[in-house]
């Protein structure tokens, strides 16, 4: 059956149709040799498709998650030393899935997890700066250490790529900072925090890329992605 470009590329899971119709336009999807226009229809079982070369394949369904994840489990699929995994807390989702990158032991908030090959490298990959925001819950001289954490810095010899850090409300001696970074270094708030004199209390992870974490989404729970959630993570 015929479709249009943008909706069958969206259907194979390739990316979102607005994106579709720009890598029409700049002329990276040909049908059959000839290269593709906006409105051009073709059907798989008899059309050769291709982007940038590659020849667009329907894709077996593919899973994609959202775990509030909790304080005290690790990010892996299995832990040698016996700790609790995120594993643990989708065993029901009816298929093998992983984590999305890392958040460290002793951080909350947004995972995604998922088994999409593909849409993993693309998001863990450094060269995609995907951005993430985070809720930072300190002790110490906000004021003074904000100037820092905004300016230029280094962990382990290597400068970082700027991060966007703002203040927000402050409750007895402790102060919530935002941090929105592009970069994904082992530990790198908790280390940033450190090297200015503050003392994290609490990391919460609340959006990676285009997907925030659902508010109504209890602390160890999960749920699927909605439609329109993966399609903003696949043109991501």
């Avoid at 470009?5 to 000839?34: D, F, H, P, Y």
């Avoid at 994609?64 to 832990?79: A, F, N, Q």
């Avoid at 985070?134 to 002790?139: E, F, G, P, R």
């Avoid at 790529?161 to 708030?189: S, W, Y």
Wanted: glycine share 8%; proline share 4%.
């Amino acid at each position: 059956m015929e479709e249009r470009l943008q909706k069958l590329m969206s259907s194979c899971g390739l990316c979102a149709r607005r994106t579709a119709e720009t890598w029409i336009q700049a002329g990276r999807v040909t049908v059959n040799g000839i290269p593709a226009q906006l409105g051009d229809r073709a059907d798989l079982e008899k059309d050769v498709v291709e982007v940038d070369g590659v020849p667009l394949r329907r894709e077996e369904k593919r899973t994609y998650l959202m775990l509030y994840k909790p304080r005290g489990y690790v990010t892996t699929l299995s832990d040698e030393q016996g700790r609790n995994t995120v594993a643990q807390l989708v065993s029901g989702c009816g298929c093998r899935v992983w984590p999305v990158g890392r958040l460290d032991l002793d951080s909350e908030g947004l995972l995604l997890l998922t088994d999409d090959g593909a849409l993993t490298h693309k998001l863990i990959h450094p060269s995609h700066e995907i951005e993430k925001e985070y809720l930072v819950w300190v002790k110490g001289n906000v004021d003074e250490a904000l100037p820092v954490l905004n300016g230029p810095m280094e962990l382990d010899g290597q400068p970082l790529a700027p991060v966007q850090v703002t203040k927000g409300r402050v409750t007895d001696e402790v102060t919530q900072l935002v941090f929105v970074l592009r970069q994904g270094k082992n530990r790198q708030i908790r280390r940033m925090c450190e090297q200015v004199g503050l003392t994290v209390t609490r990391l919460k992870r609340i959006r990676e890329g285009g997907i925030s974490l659902d508010r109504s989404l209890k602390i160890g729970k999960w749920r699927y992605l909605t439609q329109q959630e993966a399609a903003i993570l696949l043109s991501e």
